[in-house]
């Protein structure tokens, strides 16, 4: 294995009673915050010998030889013809709302990342938010046509927390009212629909390679595609348009990727199995520790498909006794930042509110998700005796739940302003 697996003991033993909790007094459980995303980093080695070839070549961005070898390395790992690489997720959205000439309304969930919503409205789209299975946390296909106008020009959906699922439904829908579908597959680099390789559905797929993905390039994305002229239209937009020197053919930005980002990639691409079979380690160490937690659900990842166990998710019901915010309350408490993603929902978020009336529409499923949904920090930074203390410190605070709340009312959290309590 060519990158580092954990780092030195960071926790401080497995607490047992109440008073060893940080918000008693205690000293919190972590010298060290344990992040939802630290980034997975490959072979140092490869990565600064690529960065070195680059700085040889004097070749540095602008469809270098790293950025196509990344590019090619990925279409065939996705069984797709077309990859476009550029510089991260929400410019491979907005380069491909635009090449595919999206227009009107576009229907998403708002249960997402922000920027699924923000590249459609910053193109002057109207994101129309659709309310989701509660059981699997997408877009429901039948109210997703019910959203449908004769505005309407695509349908944007997202294989969450790397979960794809309704993409038959999807198509079907798309094809009989001749919409576009596009799916925003940021979370969902090698997994797999149906046997599939998730990159080759509806008209395009998008990835990110934030730090925060399993796969990282520094930052960086890319768009997918089987259709040939939308992936020359992406390759002309993400360069200013430029066909050649001199000749401007389209409307462009500069969304490219550059060789020290596809060095990254390709590094951290070597990696990518040894990466899958730690989360997946991490995973089932999260499904072991926290089954018989009551008011606990982990989102369970279907192990028949290929998958990148990158996000663990769980879903803090009423059974649990501890609201979901005092429970992230008390872990943060802890140095464990687990993240509320993605409350409250884009509709809640200010640019989706009035005048549009966004925050009015009927989404109870996305409203009830987003307060139950908690992420645990995993990764190739986090240990399975990390996930014991994790857990041990959940199952303490559930046990106690009535005494933690009351000293919550008695002592209100003090957390970063960004983590509001309800
Ligand atoms: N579509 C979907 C469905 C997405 O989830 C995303 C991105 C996109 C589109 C857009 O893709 P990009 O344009 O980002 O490529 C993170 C990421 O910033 C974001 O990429 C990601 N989704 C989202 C789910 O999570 P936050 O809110 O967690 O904050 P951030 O990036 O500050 O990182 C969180 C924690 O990770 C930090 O507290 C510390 C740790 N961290 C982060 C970085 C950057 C590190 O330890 N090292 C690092 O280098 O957004």
Not at 77 to 86: D, Q, R
Not at 303 to 314: G, L, S, T
Request: net charge neutral.
């Amino acid at each position: 294995m060519g990158f580092a697996v954990g780092q030195q003991r960071r926790w401080h033993g497995v607490k047992t009673k109440l008073n060893e909790l940080a918000i008693f007094g205690g000293r919190p459980e972590f010298a060290e915050p344990l992040h939802v995303g630290r980034p997975n980093i490959g072979d140092r080695r490869r990565l600064f010998e690529r960065l070195s070839g680059a700085l040889d070549r004097h070749w540095l961005s602008n469809d270098g030889p790293l950025v196509r070898e990344f590019e090619s390395r990925v279409a065939s790992l996705l069984g797709v013809e077309h990859c476009v690489a550029v510089g991260n997720g929400t410019a491979a959205l907005e380069i491909l709302f635009r090449a595919a000439d999206l227009s009107g309304e576009v229907v998403m969930p708002s249960f997402t990342f922000v920027a699924t919503a923000h590249a459609a409205r910053w193109l002057g789209l109207e994101p129309v938010f659709c309310d989701i299975d509660p059981e699997t946390h997408r877009i429901d296909p039948p109210l997703v046509e019910r959203l449908i106008t004769p505005r309407t020009s695509a349908i944007v959906a997202v294989h969450l927390w790397g979960r794809p699922g309704e993409v038959a439904a999807l198509e079907e829908i798309a094809a009989r009212h001749n919409l576009k579908l596009v799916f925003d597959a940021a979370h969902a680099f090698g997994c797999s629909y149906r046997g599939r390789m998730v990159g080759g559905f509806g008209l395009a797929e998008i990835f990110s390679f934030h730090p925060t993905k399993f796969v990282n390039a520094f930052e960086g994305g890319a768009v997918t595609t089987n259709d040939r002229a939308l992936a020359d239209r992406l390759r002309l937009m993400r360069n200013f348009g430029f066909s050649g020197y001199d000749r401007v053919a389209d409307l462009g930005i500069n969304a490219k990727m550059n060789e020290a980002a596809a060095a990254m990639a390709l590094t951290n691409l070597d990696s990518m199995d040894d990466f899958i079979a730690v989360n997946q380690r991490n995973y089932q160490a999260y499904c072991r520790e926290l089954h018989a937690l009551p008011g606990i659900r982990v989102l369970p990842y279907d192990e028949q498909e290929k998958c990148n166990f990158q996000y663990v998710v769980i879903e803090v019901g009423p059974d649990c006794g501890l609201p979901r915010d005092q429970l992230v309350a008390l872990l943060w408490s802890e140095n464990v930042l687990a993240r509320r993603y993605f409350y409250p929902g884009c509709h809640r978020a200010v640019p989706y509110r009035e005048p549009h009336g966004q925050s009015e529409r009927q989404l109870p499923a996305t409203e009830e998700v987003s307060r139950r949904v908690l992420l645990l920090p995993t990764g190739a930074a986090v240990q399975p005796a990390e996930i014991a203390a994790v857990a041990a410190l959940m199952r303490l605070a559930v046990r106690h739940a009535a005494e933690v709340a009351d000293e919550f009312k008695r002592r209100p959290p003090t957390l970063p302003a960004a983590l509001p309590i309800e």
